[in-house]
T-cell receptor, first 110, second 115 residues
Framework: KQEVTQIPAALSVPEGENLVLNCSFTDSAIYNLQWFRQDPGKGLTSLLL?????REQTSGRLNASLDKSSGRSTLYIAASQPGDSATYLC?????????FGTGTSLTVIP | DGGITQSPKYLFRKEGQNVTLSCEQNLNHDAMYWYRQDPGQGLRLIYYSQIVNDFQKGDIAEGYSVSREKKESFPLTVTSAQKNPTAFYLCASTAETGKVAVTQYFGPGTRLTVL
């Protein structure tokens, strides 16, 4: 069964700093790898989707990379802002199932 | 305004009661999912449905039941057999399954508390 791990569990950075969130998965036979954002007490919002044949995807200040062979993905956030404070979850997608990590709780300090 | 609605936002259950959480989507999506989220844990799959009148158990289906009589609706019943139901419940949907570029859309969640 696919196991997804996210490190660190929590991260606190000053505003303006660039940062990297990590996601690892055990089974490389994935359709895609997705990153989501969750605000406290809310549902998840999709941020980026990287298909298994791709190496990276970018959206604004966010850049996600995928290395299937090593079972790793990273989410890079440039010039962090207080509004980026949230929990970030990655999901490895196989067939019709999404396997989620436990998330990284990010706090950006003004 | 397309999306997924969940109701109620907060739900309180007494011991021994069954309760039903509502999930409705107007995205015309085929597949729908129910997840449970506990503090410090990732999302755990309870049930999913790829088509009307069909659904499959996820990793933690014991103590829960679902139905899929209409494409847009996927209610979840938390039965008295579920011993620790206090959690945040999330409903999600996808346009189709088994494709490489499909993402999930989530509802706002229902927080269930056992009194």
């Amino acid at each position: 069964k696919q196991e997804v791990t996210q490190i660190p569990a929590a991260l606190s950075v000053p505003e303006g700093e660039n940062l990297v969130l990590n996601c690892s998965f055990t089974d490389s036979a994935i359709y895609n790898l997705q990153w989501f954002r969750q605000d406290p007490g809310k549902g998840l919002t999709s941020l980026l989707l990287i298909q298994s044949s791709q190496r990276e995807q970018t959206s604004g200040r966010l850049n996600a990379s995928l290395d299937k062979s090593s079972g790793r993905s990273t989410l890079y956030i440039a010039a962090s802002q207080p509004g980026d404070s949230a929990t970030y979850l990655c999901a490895a997608v196989t067939g019709n199932q999404f396997y989620f990590g436990t998330g990284t709780s990010l706090t950006v300090i003004p | 305004d397309g999306g997924i609605t969940q109701s109620p936002k907060y739900l309180f259950r007494k011991e021994g009661q069954n309760v039903t959480l509502s999930c409705e989507q107007n995205l015309n999506h085929d597949a729908m999912y129910w997840y449970r989220q506990d503090p410090g844990q990732g999302l755990r799959l309870i049930y999913y449905s790829q088509i009307v009148n069909d659904f499959q158990k996820g990793d933690i289906a014991e103590g829960y039941s679902v139905s899929r009589e209409k494409k847009e609706s996927f209610p979840l019943t938390v039965t008295s057999a579920q011993k620790n139901p206090t959690a945040f419940y999330l409903c999600a949907s996808t346009a189709e399954t088994g494709k490489v570029a499909v993402t999930q859309y989530f509802g706002p969640g229902t927080r269930l508390t056992v009194l």
